[in-house]
């Protein structure tokens, strides 16, 4: 599945990268940014990244396009300190476009996840105003640091993602501020939350971490922040909710459940 996703995509940039570097080049003004560093680690606790996802490639469509439209608000009005979009079309049903949508709509930090393969997308994602961008070390095996600085001089905060201890070493190679470690294997798509708690602890302290996929409770959280998180990122869990904004709430409030 990954090997057709990164094919479409490099399809794609074959038919739109030079309208890209010529859209950026003509650009007078570029979108203002938020600080995406920032909002992870608040107070010392684990923050939320709430996740806007249609659909995913394992279960097809997700949620109505109409409970999507609400996602953005329901999670800053819950306690979210960023909102992670996805944007990749053919799998996922998302949107370049639909980082601009989300922003007009919430004051929080936006990061785009995709599968970023080409340095014209960078720039692509300076054009809509992404302040984060998810780089993801697998796919990157040779030009990771070129990634993680283009985006860097750009103004995007990169999050380098991976999922293994040879990947991890990759990211710590390169001036990321940000890993995300991925508890779900991008070949076939399944998860063991297990991984982001065996990596964490090879991370300097001077590096946040994000952990990404499988997080679903209280109790979750609570283990993240034990083993040092700054954030976790949280899609399928929100989304399937019966009531987003309680899902939300739980989870982003989650050290009142503590006592």
């Known amino acids: ?50 996740e806007a996802k249609k ?9 109505s396009e109409t409970r999507f439209d609400q996602l953005p608000v329901l999670y800053e009005q819950n306690g979210a300190k960023a909102i992670s979009v996805i944007t990749e079309e053919r799998y996922f049903e998302g949107s370049p476009f639909l980082i601009q949508k989300v922003k007009s709509r919430v004051s929080l930090p936006v990061l785009r996840k995709d599968f970023i393969i080409d340095l014209r997308q960078l720039y692509e994602t300076r054009l809509l105003g992404a302040d984060a961008v998810l780089l993801i070390a697998h796919l990157l095996p040779k030009d990771l640091p ?37 508890n779900r294997n991008l070949k076939d798509f399944t998860v063991d939350t297990r991984v982001c708690l065996e990596l964490v602890g090879l991370v300097a302290n001077k590096v946040q971490c994000i952990a990404e996929s499988g997080i679903r409770t209280v109790e979750d959280m609570l283990m993240l922040e034990q083993y040092g ?13 019966t009531d987003v904004a309680a899902k939300t709430g739980e989870l982003a409030w989650y050290w009142k459940n503590e006592e």
Request: proline residues 5%; aromatic residues 4%; without cysteine.
């Open 55 to 63: 659909a995913s490639p394992v279960k097809g469509r997700l949620i």
């Open 229 to 241: 998180f700054s954030a976790a990122l949280v899609g399928e869990a929100l989304v399937t909710a």
């Open 146 to 182: 070129l990634f993680v600085e283009t985006a860097q001089q750009l103004g995007i905060e990169p999050v380098v993602e991976v999922h293994d201890r040879y990947e991890l070493e990759m990211a710590l190679d390169t001036p990321t501020r940000i890993i995300g470690i991925n």
């Open 1 to 50: 599945m990954l090997d057709e996703i990164v094919r479409h995509k490099q399809e794609q940039i074959r038919s739109h990268g030079k309208d890209i570097m010529e859209t950026f080049q003509a650009a007078e003004v570029l979108p203002p940014l938020r600080e995406f560093a920032e909002a992870l680690n608040v107070n010392g606790r684990v923050s939320l990244i709430a």
